[in-house]
Nanobody
């Protein structure tokens, strides 16, 4: 199995920055893509940013120009640099990895989430 552990959440004032990290561990054979999702109170979980093993990235329109996703393949770690944070960015942020462990088909794995609160 694959375990994902997020860190870096917290409280920040509007306009501030945070950096989220997510490290994958376990019986990993290959991770094809990693990403960050978020879920605000009363809303559905949505994709924030994704990155392939080759480094291709995609972003939700609401975060383009403010958030940057990156990954360290050697460490199976993905990062999300969040700048110019706004109250509407408040949510629980979840790390996701699409990968394969020995003996199983590729599947999505999820972290437990880290809370980001943007408030004055």
């Amino acid at each position: 199995q694959v375990q994902l552990v997020e860190s870096g959440g917290g409280s920040v004032q509007p306009g501030g920055s945070l950096r989220l990290s997510c490290a994958a561990s376990g019986s990993i054979f290959s991770i094809y893509a990693m990403g960050w999702y978020r879920q605000a109170p009363g809303k559905q979980r949505e994709l924030v940013a994704g990155i392939s093993s080759g480094g291709s990235t995609n972003y939700a329109d609401s975060v383009k120009g403010r958030f940057t996703i990156s990954r360290d393949n050697a460490k199976n770690t993905v990062y999300l640099q969040m700048n110019s944070l706004q109250p509407e960015d408040t949510a629980v942020y979840y790390c996701n990895a699409y990968g394969k462990v020995p003996g199983m088909v590729p599947m999505h794995y999820w972290g437990k989430g880290t809370l980001v609160t943007v408030s004055s």
